[in-house]
């Protein structure tokens, strides 16, 4: 069976767990912690990283900073993952869907400014696929009426958007390390951001309330409980496995684009056939390979083929089901406009095997399986 994902390994991690252990200390913001975030500081040219135990508790973390009140909204894609609209919700918010683009599935910015209202505090674009949302535009609408922005980037770490690393464009950028991620350390993330004022509630809040960080940089002579708080640090165990990654984070980009390549290239003729369609990178994205999909037809087709592909020993999996269609979706948000590609697009769309020790070969196999099909040789 061809797995669609396994988690990455280097080599190097049980070394460096094991270099952890020998520190004597495993809670966080120990050695491996620190080297994760000063790596991520200079080659995303990012001001502030803190690593935290997911990418949900980032975002967590982003939506308590932007401190909304009850009733106040958000805006974002129906089409993502249900912790982007959680983290909001937990603060008491209302979620506003807006409609996305076809070709990215990501947010279509030209549809965000009909769903402000007096209400709206935040924009949450998601970068889906690590191909960047069209973040000019959506600063733009940012600043004209005064709302922050946090981005969602658990599958954008390492990916820019004219030059710029993902998550470092809006107030906030959310970053995962879950195993099924481009870099991971098992259940992991890290919250980034440029403004130094967010410095300190941020890592207050990390640390259960506490100024526990002041502490430990000496700031202090004893840490006391300052305010609200809750435990979003991760243990420095699992940032010894993500430096592991980091180290190699250019040859797990390098594999990964090979791979994004390969299925690009040896599917090409079912594209010109009009079978499926296959991504689209705007110009001013540089991705980061984080997953290859392709559309068909409709959702009819698509069970077919995923089927088929089962039968064949190839794990290939369909993604969101937009959150705006769910119970809570609808309990928590609504959905701003017309629904005219969420679902349609959602329905059609199918992911193929993608991990960084997925071996060429077995990659070759996946796009000649689906070369095969027979609905494709008609
Ligand atoms: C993976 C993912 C998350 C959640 O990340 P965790 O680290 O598992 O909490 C959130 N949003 C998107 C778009 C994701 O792909």
Redesign the pocket.
Known sequence: MIDFNRPPFVGKELDYIKEAIDYGKLCGDGEFTKRCSAWMREKFQAKHVLLTT???HALEMAAYLCDLQPGDEVIMPSY??V??ADAFVLRGAKIVFVDIHPETMNIDETKIEDAITEKTRVIAP?HYAGVSCAMDEIMAIAKKYNLKVVE?A??GVNAYYKGKALGTIGDFGCY???E??NYSMG???ALVFQKDEYQEPAEILREKGTDRSKFFRGQVDKYTWVNYGSSYLPSDMNAAYLWAELEMAEEIDKKRHAIYDYYDAALKPLAQAGYIEQPVVPDYAKHNAHMYFIKVKDLETRTALLKYLREKGVLSVFHYIPLHSAAAGKKFGRFSGEDVYTTRESERLMRLPMFYNLEMKDAAYVAQCILDYPAFNR
């Open positions: 997911s990418c949900t993502t993952f912790s982007t998601v969602d658990a599958q995962s390390f879950h099924t991620k259940e992991g993330g």
